[in-house]
């Protein structure tokens, strides 16, 4: 039977690049979330609205349920080595489903990008629900 254990990356886990900085103030933290609205940041350059959390992942299966809403269409990475390994990618166009990432290995590292479209409009991320279902050593299967 597998374990489950259940943690949660807050939005200050993460960051936000400096691209949307102003007077040295990152204006996509507000009110304890991550929020991004097309009509005032649609200039801004930078590909990423967040980044993080940089943390070490054991093997297991992953379900990962953003909290917030979403209007539009968000690409996610979810990365090792602090991106230099891409292990899924998925577009979003909602928070209404988790997302399932099965680990035979440990990751160092561990990163979960969230890059701007064309149709994203707004983004509200308060944080991001981790459920992991341990796997037992003899169920693991090397190919």
């Known amino acids: ?46 590909k990423f609205v967040f980044f993080g959390p940089y943390i070490t992942l054991d093997p297991g299966v992953y379900f990962f349920s953003f909290l917030g809403s979403l209007d539009g269409t968000l690409e996610v990475n979810f990365c090792g ?17 988790p997302i399932c990432l099965a680990l035979l290995e440990a990751v160092s590292d561990f990163e979960i990008r969230g890059r701007k479209t064309d149709r994203l409009t707004a983004l509200r991320l308060e944080g991001i629900e981790v459920e992991r279902l341990a796997i037992a050593e003899a169920a693991v299967v090397s190919t």
């Not at 489950?4 to 900085?21: A, K, M, R, V």
């Not at 080595?81 to 489903?97: E, H, P």
């Open 81 to 97: 080595m602090a991106g230099r390994c891409i292990l899924k990618d998925v577009t979003l166009t909602s928070f209404d489903a």
């Open 1 to 46: 039977m597998a374990e489950s254990h259940i943690f949660t990356i807050s939005s200050s886990n993460l960051q936000c690049p400096d691209e949307y900085e102003a007077d040295g103030i990152n204006p996509l933290w507000g009110d304890g979330c991550i929020e991004y609205a097309v009509e005032k940041y649609q200039e801004v350059p930078a």
